[in-house]
């Protein structure tokens, strides 16, 4: 556990840590308290007497955490990496969660909020939140926690705000010794221990005096109080509230309203703090001599005091405000109270001193819901808690998808080059993060995003700069490979740096699956063309891997013959959506500006088809800008042509639903994801070369013209007969539930993982 941030030992939420540490010490959990360096040194002969282990930080740890944050959480992970912790748990989202931040990956990180650190309110000045700097790290802090505690519901609004999302948020509220406060006590005999008189009515607040708890309220209620003529005698307790005294003197209260600074922790059996009894025997014994509990709060997390007044059988009166109504329900088990109205909670306790039967009712009710919140049902929700991370931790598989150009899919307002490669690797990774026994991410390049991104269940790292020189680009990546630590790589598509990828996977003993994306990735039919140093290196890419799939029989035919090694077959997958009932009126063309995916041959076609519409959605590749110009001009200067340079992804779908004839023109492809896509939209396929598997003929889904035009010419006129289009758009959607179904293609990489 990570804690113990300031100097100080004795705030509530020192004193929640002692307690929730020894109680899961007490149940056999092996706990370590980690505190800051000055913390330890300021508190050392009191840190000696838990039972457990408190270890210090390095030194000058707060000086440390302002000016370098980021060597305290190598430090921290330094410290996981020693020692290999099962869990962190760490108190307060700002500084200990933003330091501890750097775990995220590599072991579960639970954050306990605890209010300043979520909570703000420009008027009372309160809250951490109100520096930006500090509320953008509260927010990085709890977006790499696994799970966020909140006490309360309100609690866990503030976290929503942050961008926590509902599925890492949970609610366990402070704990308290139910039965400390519950035993039957002689409330006479008590009052005269502690000197409170017998005759009037008692009220209690507990509490450090602070602009939040509204404090400067009391002398105004007091004074309604007096004025109707109510025997009563307020005490209220804490630090700070000596600082009333001159108002109660001046509005005439000194002999009904009282303060009292400070209260002893200590039990009376025992001269040494047990913060297990925190607080003492006395408070305890103030609660018991008590008639009401009165709160008038201005803005709570949870606010303990009330559940302890609950538990000690108090009627209990607090503001109408956040924290206080998660814990209190109006008219059942207390009574609420709007936070600025003086006149009101005069009233309530006016009602309450003179209704013994309601009285009585709420405090039945108030000591079944503190029941809720005994120490006992806390701690088993968070063994409850600390069991599901650790046992997801070994049983989920991390799995990494490498790919720099996928994400501008992601973001239609990006016009980045990306390939079906790409695609498929963002499907299949899509699909696992559906998955609860895998937690996915990507290593993408950089598009001047965040560092770090969430989308659809992915965790998106930004790790490749493609700006920056060779050395440069493999320090990053190596950083980025490092920190996401997974189980699991997959990698596609030839680059000059997938050699290094494949090098670090097996220096860090990590599973590389390779993942080959064109047939002349398995023959070497380009390397002497283009992409040479891309290819130079693809029998160390291959020999590195620790599984290479292939898209098709030609790919593991040549691949096998060329690398000596077994390979697998997985074909590429595609999610399977209800067909669209969309009017077919476009002959399509999709892809890159390629030389090799001959772009000129779909205009050929549209020129000797005047009468039909065709649409070319045609995206610039990285070179070739005079052909690619050369290109939009020809096709934008043909009536019949409409020129898309760029749709985005999310929006493809529309255009395969509208074809009535998928064109493609490239002397060679893999399996191309715009084959599966016409499949699902019921679109016939016709191409001039590319058959993988020789499928379009076996399953007839469309036809294919072996490269000769010809035979081209006449497949598209056969396809314009609505009957054959129809047939093989049918033969195409049944080919495709059956071979390419995205959820069976997970299942056969899940074999491999």
């Given at each position: 556990?990570?804690?113990?941030?300031?100097?100080?030992?004795?705030?509530?939420?020192?004193?929640?840590?002692?307690?929730?540490?020894?109680?899961?010490?007490?149940?056999?959990?092996?706990?370590?308290?980690?505190?800051?360096?000055?913390?330890?040194?300021?508190?050392?002969?009191?840190?000696?007497?838990?039972?457990?282990?408190?270890?210090?930080?390095?030194?000058?740890?707060?000086?440390?955490?302002?000016?370098?944050?980021?060597?305290?959480?190598?430090?921290?992970?330094?410290?996981?990496?020693?020692?290999?912790?099962?869990?962190?748990?760490?108190?307060?989202?700002?500084?200990?969660?933003?330091?501890?931040?750097?775990?995220?990956?590599?072991?579960?990180?639970?954050?306990?909020?605890?209010?300043?650190?979520?909570?703000?309110?420009?008027?009372?000045?309160?809250?951490?939140?109100?520096?930006?700097?500090?509320?953008?790290?509260?927010?990085?802090?709890?977006?790499?926690?696994?799970?966020?505690?909140?006490?309360?519901?309100?609690?866990?609004?503030?976290?929503?705000?942050?961008?926590?999302?509902?599925?890492?948020?949970?609610?366990?509220?402070?704990?308290?010794?139910?039965?400390?406060?519950?035993?039957?006590?002689?409330?006479?005999?008590?009052?005269?221990?502690?000197?409170?008189?017998?005759?009037?009515?008692?009220?209690?607040?507990?509490?450090?005096?602070?602009?939040?708890?509204?404090?400067?309220?009391?002398?105004?209620?007091?004074?309604?109080?007096?004025?109707?003529?109510?025997?009563?005698?307020?005490?209220?307790?804490?630090?700070?509230?000596?600082?009333?005294?001159?108002?109660?003197?001046?509005?005439?209260?000194?002999?009904?309203?009282?303060?009292?600074?400070?209260?002893?922790?200590?039990?009376?059996?025992?001269?040494?703090?047990?913060?297990?009894?925190?607080?003492?025997?006395?408070?305890?014994?103030?609660?018991?001599?008590?008639?009401?509990?009165?709160?008038?709060?201005?803005?709570?997390?949870?606010?303990?005091?009330?559940?302890?007044?609950?538990?000690?059988?108090?009627?209990?009166?607090?503001?109408?405000?956040?924290?206080?109504?998660?814990?209190?329900?109006?008219?059942?088990?207390?009574?609420?109270?709007?936070?600025?109205?003086?006149?009101?909670?005069?009233?309530?306790?006016?009602?309450?001193?003179?209704?013994?039967?309601?009285?009585?009712?709420?405090?039945?009710?108030a000591k079944k819901r503190a029941r809720e919140y005994d120490w006992h049902s806390v701690i088993d929700k968070y063994e409850e808690l600390y069991a599901g991370?650790?046992?997801?931790?070994?049983?989920?598989?991390?799995?990494?998808?490498?790919?720099?150009?996928?994400?501008?899919?992601?973001?239609?307002?990006?016009k980045s080059k990306f390939g079906g490669a790409e695609v498929q690797l963002l499907l299949l990774a899509k699909e696992c993060a559906k998955e609860a026994a895998?937690?996915?991410?990507?290593?993408?390049?950089?598009?001047?995003?965040?560092?770090?991104?969430?989308?659809?269940?992915?965790?998106?790292?930004?790790?490749?700069?493609?700006?920056?020189?060779?050395?440069?680009?493999?320090?990053?990546?190596?950083?980025?490979?490092?920190?996401?630590?997974?189980?699991?790589?997959?990698?596609?598509?030839?680059?000059?740096?997938?050699?290094?990828?494949?090098?670090?996977?097996?220096?860090?003993?990590?599973?590389?699956?390779?993942?080959?994306?064109?047939?002349?990735?398995?023959?070497?039919?380009?390397?002497?063309?283009?992409?040479?140093?891309?290819?130079?290196?693809?029998?160390?890419?291959?020999?590195?891997?620790?599984?290479?799939?292939?898209?098709?029989?030609?790919?593991?035919?040549?691949?096998?013959?060329?690398?000596?090694?077994?390979?697998?077959?997985?074909?590429?997958?595609?999610?399977?959506?209800?067909?669209?009932?969309?009017?077919?009126?476009?002959?399509?063309?999709?892809?890159?500006?390629?030389?090799?995916?001959?772009?000129?041959?779909?205009?050929?076609?549209?020129?000797?088809?005047?009468?039909?519409?065709?649409?070319?959605?045609?995206?610039?590749?990285?070179?070739?800008?005079?052909?690619?110009?050369?290109?939009?001009?020809?096709?934008?200067?043909?009536?019949?042509?409409?020129?898309?340079?760029?749709?985005?992804?999310?929006?493809?779908?529309?255009?395969?639903?509208?074809?009535?004839?998928?064109?493609?023109?490239?002397?060679?492809?893999?399996?191309?994801?715009?084959?599966?896509?016409?499949?699902?939209?019921?679109?016939?396929?016709?191409?001039?070369?590319?058959?993988?598997?020789?499928?379009?003929?076996?399953?007839?889904?469309?036809?294919?013209?072996?490269?000769?035009?010809?035979?081209?010419?006449?497949?598209?006129?056969?396809?314009?007969?609505?009957?054959?289009?129809?047939?093989?758009?049918?033969?195409?959607?049944?080919?495709?539930?059956?071979?390419?179904?995205?959820?069976?293609?997970?299942?056969?990489?899940?074999?491999?993982?």
């Open positions: 556990m990570l804690g113990g941030w300031k100097k100080s030992i004795g705030g509530g939420r020192e004193v929640f840590t002692y307690n929730l540490l020894d109680r899961l010490k007490s149940r056999g959990h092996t706990v370590v308290l980690y505190v800051s360096f000055e913390s330890y040194t300021s508190n050392k002969a009191f840190y000696k007497t838990l039972p457990y282990e408190v270890r210090p930080l390095f030194v000058f740890t707060l000086v440390a955490g302002r000016i370098m944050p980021s060597l305290l959480m190598n430090y921290i992970c330094g410290l996981q990496q020693k020692h290999s912790y099962d869990l962190w748990q760490v108190i307060g989202s700002y500084a200990a969660g933003y330091i501890a931040s750097g775990l995220s990956g590599e072991v579960p990180l639970v954050i306990k909020t605890h209010g300043e650190d979520i909570q703000k309110d420009a008027g009372l000045r309160y809250g951490k939140r109100l520096d930006p700097r500090i509320e953008g790290r509260i927010a990085y802090a709890l977006s790499k926690a696994d799970k966020v505690i909140g006490y309360t519901k309100s609690a866990l609004d503030c976290c929503r705000e942050l961008g926590v999302p509902d599925d890492k948020l949970v609610e366990i509220p402070i704990g308290v010794d139910y039965e400390r406060f519950n035993n039957a006590a002689e409330k006479a005999a008590l009052r005269e221990k502690r000197g409170l008189p017998a005759d009037r009515v008692v009220l209690l607040t507990v509490g450090r005096n602070h602009p939040k708890k509204n404090y400067a309220i009391i002398p105004q209620v007091a004074k309604v109080l007096k004025e109707k003529g109510l025997k009563f005698y307020w005490l209220i307790v804490g630090r700070g509230t000596g600082m009333l005294g001159e108002q109660i003197v001046r509005e005439g209260l000194a002999d009904m309203v009282h303060t009292k600074e400070e209260v002893s922790a200590l039990a009376s059996s025992d001269r040494r703090v047990d913060w297990r009894y925190v607080p003492g025997d006395e408070l305890v014994d103030l609660y018991k001599c008590a008639d009401m509990f009165v709160f008038p709060s201005l803005l709570e997390t949870q606010g303990a005091v009330l559940v302890e007044a609950m538990a000690a059988g108090l009627a209990v009166v607090a503001s109408n405000v956040a924290g206080c109504r998660d814990v209190l329900t109006q008219g059942k088990d207390g009574m609420l109270v709007g936070p600025r109205d003086a006149q009101g909670f005069a009233d309530v306790v006016l009602c309450l001193a003179s209704d013994r039967n309601l009285r009585q009712r709420l405090v039945s009710e991370l650790v046992h997801k931790k070994t049983a989920v598989k991390k799995i990494c998808f490498i790919a720099p150009k996928a994400y501008p899919i992601f973001c239609s307002n990006l895998l937690q996915v991410s990507m290593l993408v390049g950089d598009y001047r995003q965040q560092p770090v991104e969430y989308r659809e269940g992915i965790e998106l790292i930004r790790a490749v700069y493609f700006k920056k020189n060779i050395f440069s680009q493999i320090y990053y990546f190596y950083r980025a490979f490092k920190k996401v630590d997974a189980d699991v790589y997959v990698h596609t598509s030839l680059t000059p740096f997938s050699w290094v990828f494949m090098l670090y996977a097996k220096l860090r003993r990590k599973k590389m699956i390779y993942r080959v994306s064109h047939n002349a990735e398995a023959d070497g039919g380009r390397s002497k063309k283009d992409g040479f140093f891309k290819y130079l290196f693809a029998p160390l890419v291959f020999s590195l891997a620790d599984e290479i799939i292939v898209q098709n029989e030609y790919q593991k035919f040549a691949l096998e013959a060329t690398a000596k090694r077994k390979v697998r077959l997985i074909k590429t997958g595609y999610p399977i959506p209800a067909p669209a009932p969309v009017k077919k009126d476009i002959v399509l063309w999709v892809s890159r500006h390629e030389t090799w995916k001959n772009p000129d041959l779909f205009l050929r076609l549209a020129q000797e088809f005047p009468e039909q519409k065709f649409v070319m959605i045609c995206q610039r590749s990285l070179g070739g800008l005079g052909r690619f110009q050369a290109t939009v001009k020809k096709a934008r200067g043909m009536r019949n042509v409409e020129f898309i340079g760029y749709v985005p992804f999310a929006r493809i779908e529309t255009y395969f639903a509208r074809a009535k004839i998928f064109v493609n023109t490239s002397r060679q492809e893999g399996f191309p994801n715009t084959f599966i896509q016409s499949c699902v939209a019921q679109t016939p396929i016709l191409s001039f070369a590319v058959n993988p598997d020789n499928f379009l003929t076996a399953y007839r889904c469309g036809i294919c013209a072996e490269g000769g035009w010809g035979k081209f010419r006449e497949g598209f006129i056969e396809l314009l007969n609505e009957g054959r289009a129809r047939e093989c758009g049918e033969n195409g959607r049944r080919y495709a539930q059956e071979y390419h179904n995205i959820k069976n293609i997970v299942e056969e990489y899940k074999k491999l993982f």
